[in-house]
């Protein structure tokens, strides 16, 4: 059996969140979510969270998985310690942190290839940096064979000279992690630092071995708040670039085009200046003009303006906005029109209705075919409950119209502007509910006096 033990249990001090440093988000995406995923296409591995700190933010994020508890953050040999009650003694373990986010698959499958071809006991993944200062060297013998790996403070001004380091990334036969695991050391942080088993297995005679990475973001961890920015900018270009190679077109791509690694944005779609699609569906056709927000939802081939859509679905030859808010589960089917300053919340809305402006629609199923006039309202709120409005097809509803829910209105029925209708309306009935005028001739000029 084949393990990866994800060392998750880190504070992110630097980071100045309220939560486990695994869970914050790295475009939209908690930083975990990157790692298990990657793992998951590597092997067919168990793979094993070793969690610490605000455990409860990442255990919803790691799915079924079985995972480990660190209560007392004793650094990351100790943390490898934690998991070895669920790691048998036959095949290796990957060991890597939670937040080494933007970590190819493909370098992980290299790492296990070399592992298996060279038989070694210990492997890991490597960079060479232009500028290494503040990492852990990598220090070989005049053969290559890896001999230990150097922290900064502590190397001499030769291995300061290095440009190879440690990416934290290993592999390791679980026979020679569980009879060396006890050998770690405190070091000067009082910590058990799993760097040290490189030395201690070289020290041994056992076989090591490093395979350098061809891009250093790959490995590349993330403490602090500027770190989380470039690698979110580094992605974010990588995904724009990848969408434009297959034929979408984004106005601004490099500045003003956020796109979540988990949407999907089919070839013909257009996203102009400063929009935002997280973990959607554009399908081919779609125009998602300036200032659109569209979070875990589906666009088929509509255009949307200027406008926030969430958790929702939009069908064909739909327009909506500018400044209209979909949101909660609302499905609108094709060829409505959706105006400005319209929200709609929890509702289906039929094919060819048509909403202009200046109106909520809320726990609401709507037929076909509907004109709702400006200003209207599904008064859907008793205080206490939610409560469902039915408006069948080909209804008309006039301007400043409110329809107190729970309520039903049957096909055809005309509601005059300016109406509050409580009842349930039958087909093709008509209703004026509005207080008659009283005129009093010639008073205004009484009234102002």
């Known amino acids: 059996m084949n393990y990866a033990i994800v060392l998750a249990a880190g504070l992110g001090t630097r980071m100045h969140q309220d939560t486990a440093k695994a869970a914050i988000k790295l475009l939209y995406k908690p930083m975990i979510s990157y790692v298990i995923q990657a793992l998951r296409m590597v092997d067919d591995l168990k793979i094993i969270p070793v969690l610490g700190y605000k455990k409860e933010d990442v255990i919803p994020l790691i799915e079924d998985l079985s995972y480990v508890t660190q209560e007392e953050p004793l650094g990351t040999g100790d943390a490898v310690k934690k998991a070895l009650s669920l790691i048998s003694n036959e095949g290796y373990s990957i060991i890597m942190p939670g937040d080494v986010s933007l970590i190819d698959p493909s370098d992980l499958t290299n790492l296990v290839e070399k592992f298996n071809k060279e038989n070694l006991d210990l492997g890991f993944l490597s960079a060479i940096l232009p500028d290494a200062f503040g990492y852990g060297r990598v220090i070989k013998d005049s053969l290559g064979n890896v001999k230990a790996v150097v922290d900064e403070e502590d190397a001499t001004p030769e291995e300061k000279q290095i440009r190879e380091v440690n990416s934290e990334i290993y592999i390791i036969k679980n026979s020679v992690l569980k009879l060396y695991i006890d050998n770690l050391s405190l070091d000067k942080n009082n910590e058990y630092n799993f760097t040290e088993m490189v030395k201690i297995l070289s020290n041994a005679g056992l076989k090591i071995g490093a395979y350098i990475v061809d891009n250093p973001v790959n490995v590349s961890g993330c403490n602090d708040n500027l770190q989380l920015s470039m690698l979110e900018q580094y992605l974010q270009r990588k995904i724009n670039v990848n969408l434009l190679k297959k034929g979408v077109y984004l106005e601004n791509p490099f500045q003003a085009t956020v ?161 509050t209708v409580t009842t349930n309306l039958d087909e093709n009935d008509f209703v004026i509910a509005r207080q008659k005028e009283v005129i009093k001739k010639g008073y205004s000029k009484k009234y102002k006096k």
């Open 259 to 419: 796109v979540s690694i988990d949407s999907t944005i089919e070839p013909g779609v257009r996203i102009y200046n400063n929009c935002k699609i997280i973990n959607s569906i554009i399908k081919s056709g779609a125009v998602i003009k300036e200032n659109s927000t569209i979070i875990n939802s589906t666009i088929g081939k509509s255009t949307i303006n200027n406008s926030y859509i969430c958790d929702s679905i939009i069908d064909d030859n739909v327009t909506i906005g500018p400044y209209a808010h979909i949101r909660m589960n609302t499905h609108i089917s094709n060829d409505v029109r959706i105006g400005n300053f319209i929200e709609v919340k929890n509702s289906n809305i039929g094919i060819g209705t048509k909403c202009a402006h200046l109106t909520y629609i809320g726990d609401s199923i709507v037929g076909k075919n509907v004109n709702f006039g400006c200003g209207t309202v599904t008064v859907n709120y008793d205080g206490k409950n939610k409560n469902k409005t039915i408006i069948g097809d080909d209804v008309f509803i006039g301007c400043n119209s409110n329809l107190i829910a729970p309520i039903t209105i049957k096909d055809g029925s005309f509601i005059a502007a300016g109406s």
